[in-house]
C-alpha cells in the first residue's frame, strides 16, 4: 500500500491510522479525528450524513474528494442546501480547489472538488440540539426570499 508506506517513510506511522473500509458501516471513533477521503460519488450524500449528522460523534476536520458541483454546492455561502444549512452550527465548509477530471484514472465524466470541513470553535449551537435545528429547517426550507427594495 503505496499510503501506508508514504505515512511509515514520513515518520507519521504513530499519528496516522490508515483504515481501509465501508465508512456507510465503520463504527465511528469516539474521541478527536479527521477523515481523508475520496468516496465513490454515488455514495456522497450518505457518507456526509454519516459524517455530519450528529456532530457528537462526527470527526474535527474532513478533507473529501468530491464531485465538482456537489462540493461546490455544500460550500456555498450562505448555505444553499437544507443538508448544508443544518450542518452550518457544527461545520464550517470550504471549496478548497478543484480537481480536474484527467487528474485521475480511470478518468470520470465530471471535474472534483476538495471540500474542507472543519468544526466550529465555538459551536454556533450545543451539539445535542442538532435534531431540533435540522427540524426547524425542514419546516421553513426553503428559506423565502428576502424583500426587494
Known amino acids: 500500500m503505496q499510503l501506508r508506506d508514504r505515512v511509515r517513510s ?3 506511522a504513530d499519528q496516522v491510522r490508515i483504515v481501509r473500509d465501508d465508512l456507510r458501516t465503520f463504527d465511528l471513533p469516539h474521541g478527536r479525528w ?8 454515488k455514495l456522497t450524500t450518505t457518507l456526509l450524513h454519516r459524517l455530519f449528522d450528529d456532530p457528537r460523534r462526527a470527526p ?3 478533507d473529501l474528494v468530491l464531485q465538482w458541483e456537489v462540493a461546490r454546492k455544500f ?10 444549512a443544518s450542518w452550518a452550527p457544527w461545520w464550517d ?3 478548497v480547489q478543484r480537481i480536474p477530471r484527467d487528474a485521475f484514472r480511470p478518468v470520470p465524466g465530471v471535474d472534483a472538488g476538495w471540500l474542507r470541513a472543519r468544526r466550529r470553535t465555538p459551536e454556533i449551537l450545543d451539539a445535542d440540539l442538532a435534531p431540533v435545528w435540522e427540524s426547524f429547517l425542514r419546516e421553513r426550507w426553503p428559506p423565502s426570499a428576502p424583500p426587494r427594495r
Do not use: I, K, Y
Not at 34 to 41: G, I, K, L, Y
Not at 75 to 84: D, F, I, N, R, V
Open 60 to 62: 474535527d476536520r474532513a
Open 75 to 84: 460550500a456555498a455561502q450562505p448555505p444553499a442546501t437544507l443538508l448544508s
Open 93 to 95: 465548509l470550504r471549496l
Open 10 to 12: 514520513a515518520g507519521l
Open 34 to 41: 479527521r477523515v481523508v477521503a475520496n468516496p465513490p460519488f
